[in-house]
């Protein structure tokens, strides 16, 4: 019962918050699979953010990999709650990223994003 109202207040929290960041934004990339629901939006010049909401028995985790496929960041998803990641690309060169969310070795989630000087920018 904790579990299903834990539940239903951050999915509320979430909404609430994607919504007021579809106004600031419209840099936004949303994807759902079976049980996990994932969104990543730009924040600022050189800021993204990924919101991982996911059941609490799932095992997940997350790769960001430079233009050669190389992973710059990994990640283990394992604790029960939901998870809302900020990432600072500031210090990481100008090009392409792709965030990777898998679950054993399928993908549940995939999105480029491309650094400029000034910017990021999440592919369609």
Do not use: C
Request: charge should be positive; aromatic fraction near 6%; glycine fraction near 4%.
């Amino acid at each position: 019962m904790k579990t299903t109202i834990l539940t239903s207040v951050l999915a509320f929290l979430i909404a609430v918050t994607f919504a007021q960041k579809s106004s600031e934004n419209a840099n936004e990339k949303k994807s759902e699979s079976p049980k996990v629901n994932v969104a990543m939006y730009t924040n600022e010049i050189d800021h993204v953010t990924l919101i991982v909401m996911k059941q609490p028995e799932d095992k997940l985790n997350l790769k960001i990999r430079d233009e050669e496929g190389s992973v710059v960041y990994e990640k283990s998803l394992r604790k029960p709650e939901n998870r809302k990641i900020n990432f600072d690309l500031s210090k990481l060169p100008e090009g392409g990223y792709t965030f990777e969310l898998t679950k054993g070795k399928q993908i549940l989630y995939s999105n480029h994003v491309s650094k400029g000087s000034n910017s990021v920018a999440l592919s369609d």
